[in-house]
Structures are given as C-alpha cells and as structure tokens.
C-alpha cells in the first residue's frame, strides 16, 4: 500500500481528522501528562518552554515568544515565574546586550530530566499497542503533517 498516496475525505464529524487528532492530544494532556507534571511543579507549557529552552539555549524571550506563536508580552510572565523558580538564567546577550539570553539552571535541568523520564512512560503506556516500526512510522508521518502545517500554505 503506498501510504504517500494523498486520501480525499468526506467531510463528518466521525471522520473528521483534525478534530480526532485535537481530541486525542486533549484527553492526553489533561488525563496524563498535566496530572503528572503537577506532581513536579510544572504545567505542559511550562514543561515544554524548558524543553524549547533546553533546546535552543540562549534564545531571547521575543525569539521564544514567536517559537511559540505568542507576544513577548505572553511569554514573560511564564518566563519570569521559571525564574523566580531557579529554573532559568536570563543573562545579557554578548552580541546583542539590550537582549536576555535565556538558558537552564542546573535544577531546571534535572527538573527537566525528571519530567522527560515521567514523559517517557506516559509514551510507552500510551503507545504500548504499537510495535516498534508502527510507532516509528507513525512520527514520521505526524512530523510530516507538522511541517506541512507549518509551512502554511493553505490553498486560497
């Protein structure tokens, strides 16, 4: 079966695969991984700035802010609560020192370590049905779809 082959749906809600994909990550983030990462002091977004933080350390909160598709004015109030935390640095830029560059602390590393490892295991319950080259295949294709939309080009 050739699974690059483009498939025209019918438009219904019961095959609807935007709304299937959304409520999939909904039910995972709220019934598990949020759950989990409260018991470390952490939200998902939280867990995934440091993550992104981790990352592409040295980044300024305005070049995180568009990683995120949100305002500076958004993303400093997380930033600054990480902070407060111990779980960030935000030192002067050398090339640019008007500019932050924000990178882990050592306990927002371990931090972070920990709550991958929780990540990890929530993953593996998850996806236990799936044999090793389904569950690859299965990435490969969700981060196909991810690149295509976010390359937005959405037919006019």
Not at 5 to 32: C, D, E, G
Not at 95 to 109: C, D, F, M, P, V
Not at 133 to 146: G, K, N, P, S, V
């Amino acid at each position: 079966m050739d699974h690059t082959a483009a498939v025209k749906l019918k438009h219904s809600p019961s095959r609807n695969t935007t709304y299937l994909l959304a409520q999939t990550t909904n039910i995972i983030r709220n019934s598990w991984i949020d759950p989990a990462l409260k018991q470390h002091g952490l939200t998902s977004l939280q867990y995934t700035v440091l993550s992104v933080i981790k990352r592409y350390s040295g980044l300024s909160s305005a070049e995180l802010s568009r990683h995120f598709f949100v305002t500076p004015q958004t993303m400093g109030p997380i930033l600054t609560q990480l902070d407060k935390r111990g779980l960030i640095l935000r030192e002067a830029n050398a090339e640019n020192r008007r500019l932050l560059a924000i990178s882990l602390t050592e306990q927002g590393s371990r931090l972070l370590q920990t709550c991958n490892e929780v990540i990890t295991d929530i993953e593996n319950e998850i996806f236990s049905e799936l044999n090793e080259e389904t569950l690859q295949h299965f990435r490969e294709t969700l981060q196909r779809i991810y690149r295509r939309a976010q390359d937005n080009h959405r037919p006019k």
